[in-house]
Nanobody, 125 residues
């Protein structure tokens, strides 16, 4: 089992920045990739960004390209998501997730095995 704890969410004005963190514990040796997803009220959970634990390859959702940076600290089993130029439509609960193997490019929720409880991001206009 892998446990994930997210932090860093909060209330920010449009144009502001937040840095989310997600620390994994437990059987982390099997981590293949970590990803960030978000879910707004009444909407499906959607992909935000993903980083491979070994190669460090990175993918972003189109709506986050140029506004965010995903990074990892392998020694701390932690992944970060720096988000800039935040917009009200970025308001959602943000979840991190761990994939134990490669099932695709990491854009879909089914590719991940463990999930955190989420951290709320609210962007005011």
């Amino acid at each position: 089992q892998v446990q994930l704890v997210e932090s860093g969410g909060g209330l920010v004005q449009a144009g502001g920045s937040l840095r989310l963190s997600c620390t994994a514990s437990g059987r982390t040796a099997s981590t293949y990739a970590m990803g960030w997803f978000r879910q707004a009220p009444g909407k499906e959970r959607e992909f935000v960004a993903r980083i491979s634990w070994g190669s460090g390859s990175i993918y972003y959702a189109d709506f986050m390209k140029g506004r965010s940076t995903i990074s990892r600290d392998n020694a701390k089993n932690t992944v970060y998501l720096q988000m800039n130029s935040l917009k009200p439509e970025d308001t959602a609960v943000y979840y991190c997730a761990v994939a134990r193997g490669a099932r695709g490019l990491g854009f879909s929720t089914y590719e991940y095995d463990y999930w955190g409880q989420g951290t709320q991001v609210t962007v005011s206009s």
